[in-house]
């Protein structure tokens, strides 16, 4: 329910579509399904921010109901590490470390990621700051998600529930939620503000 509400919360996610607690697939214990509104070719630093504050929402809510998280939320995690790393080695989008690409996209083949072993290009005081960058992004981003349910722990005890009773909740049940979810006055903030 953490990962829905987030991004029933911020601007420029996906609309919410459907939420379920039956499990998908090996290791999915649920799923939230999110669908495009349009094709999109470019993302901006706002909406990939607000990406992984979803991503981190299941985690979110952990923390925010049980006061600790669990192993539940490790893809979510990865997934959000990536695109955290992406913005900064990839799209400059780290004013500390400028506008630069420090790896370069890496090779597709047959729809999969291909391991790309290449001798880094840049020395151990980049690196360090590249890794500060990519976990000062991860841990804002799980901070947004955090205080948006915190804000919104009502609807998120409302919307567990309807899910222990009905297993999915559907466009209609999500609309009647997100009615009730208070939206932060001040603006979001920027993955690097």
Do not use: C
Not at 142 to 147: G, I
């Amino acid at each position: 329910m953490g990962h829905a509400l987030v991004a029933m919360v911020l601007p420029g996610t996906d609309p919410v579509q459907k939420v379920s607690i039956i499990p998908r697939g090996i290791g999915a214990l649920g799923y939230t399904m999110q669908r495009p509104i349009e094709d999109r070719f470019l993302m901006s630093q706002s909406e990939l921010f607000n990406r992984m504050a979803v991503l981190l929402g299941g985690r979110a809510a952990e923390s925010v109901v049980y006061g600790e998280v669990s192993t539940g939320a490790a893809d979510d995690l990865t997934r959000a590490t990536d695109i955290a790393r992406n913005m900064v080695v990839r799209f400059g989008m780290v004013p500390a470390l400028g506008q630069v690409v420090y790896e370069p996209e890496t090779a597709s083949y047959l729809g999969g990621q291909v391991p790309n072993w290449r001798p880094r290009a840049y020395g151990n005081e980049a690196a360090d700051a590249i890794d500060g960058a990519v976990k000062g992004l991860i841990e804002k981003a799980f901070e947004l998600a955090h205080a948006t349910l915190e804000r919104n722990r009502s609807v998120l005890e409302t919307g567990a529930h309807q899910l222990l009773d009905h297993e999915t909740l559907g466009t209609e049940d999500l609309a009647k939620l997100g009615a009730a979810l208070v939206r932060d006055p001040k603006p979001v903030p920027t993955a690097m503000s």
